[in-house]
């Protein structure tokens, strides 16, 4: 973990390289939520079988360091601290004491990268969220519907053939098939033109902007979205270590994570249902 944190410091001190930032994306999905995880003490076994805990939990872990550098910062002199450096260095602070608490864990609490991926020609539904951005981008220079097509169509017919191959499929292709087709379907109308779409979603974003704007937030807001750490704590804390526009933060990285919800229903259907049955509540 010494090595991937400061792969993580290097990776968020150079995000303007798309290379970097990719990593840093990588890192803080993984990496703070496997410490935490192991501090838990929670199996490695819990984790490959319920996949989504490892991305949740580095959530939780951005969301309360943010929220503690945002509070502690400015009594020691730091008036804006949902910005790079300091929201990093309560990274170097906080994962390292997950470490420390995760220190003496047995070996069935180590997770190890292979455990999740699993073999890598089953990654190929991660194809379909990728040809989703670029039919985005077609329609939106007039070029055309027939990939956005082509996605519904790919999806529209792998559901229904995973589903009846579900009993000779291992549960981490069906997990993969799940997310991709899932985020797939959502990226098709949330990458749409280079801003964000919806109604209320304005207002949120709206609210974002403003954190990351001012660098801060504060405790006491009225304003139900201002009070709201995922739509204004977490979201600046992304923007600060990734970089890029914020708007990005709510037309990619959202759906990325709502796209975990059917594999987490999935992974819960199958204590109760065969795997076929899971599979078909979580599609």
């Not at 991937?4 to 703070?32: F, M, N, T």
């Not at 601290?81 to 069935?108: D, E, K």
């Not at 499929?169 to 098709?188: D, K, T």
């Amino acid at each position: 973990w010494i090595f991937e944190l400061v792969l993580l410091d290097v990776a968020v001190a150079g995000h303007s390289l798309w290379l970097l930032r990719a990593v840093a994306v990588l890192l803080l999905a993984v990496l703070p939520g496997q410490l935490l995880l192991r501090a838990l003490r929670v199996p490695a076994a819990s984790i490959c079988r319920y996949v989504a805990y490892l991305p949740c939990a580095s959530v939780a872990v951005l969301v309360a360091t943010t929220l503690v550098v945002d509070l502690v910062g400015p009594p020691l002199g730091v008036h804006e601290p949902l910005r790079q450096w300091p929201l990093l260095i309560g990274l170097n602070l906080a994962l390292p004491g997950l470490a420390r608490l995760g220190h003496g864990a047995t070996a069935s609490f180590e997770l190890k990268s292979s455990d999740l991926i699993g073999r890598m020609h089953w990654l190929w539904p991660l194809l379909l969220p990728l040809a989703s951005v670029v039919a985005a981008v077609r329609l939106d220079n007039g070029e055309g519907n027939a990939l956005a097509i082509l996605v519904l169509v790919a999806v529209a017919v792998i559901i229904p053939t995973c589903t009846a191959l579900a009993d000779r499929m291992h549960r981490r292709q069906m997990n993969l098939v799940l997310y991709g087709s899932g985020l797939a379907l959502m990226l098709l109308t949330s990458m749409r033109s280079s801003y964000v779409i919806g109604f209320d979603i304005n207002s949120e974003y709206f609210d974002l902007h403003q954190t990351v704007v001012n660098g801060i937030w504060h405790m006491g807001h009225l304003n139900p979205y201002e009070a709201m750490l995922g739509l204004t704590v977490l979201p600046a804390s992304l923007h600060a270590l990734i970089g890029g526009q914020d708007v990005w933060i709510f037309k990619l990285g959202y759906p990325a994570l709502f796209a975990l919800f059917p594999v987490a229903a999935f992974s819960l259907g199958t204590r109760f249902l065969s795997r076929r049955a899971a599979f078909v509540a979580a599609a």
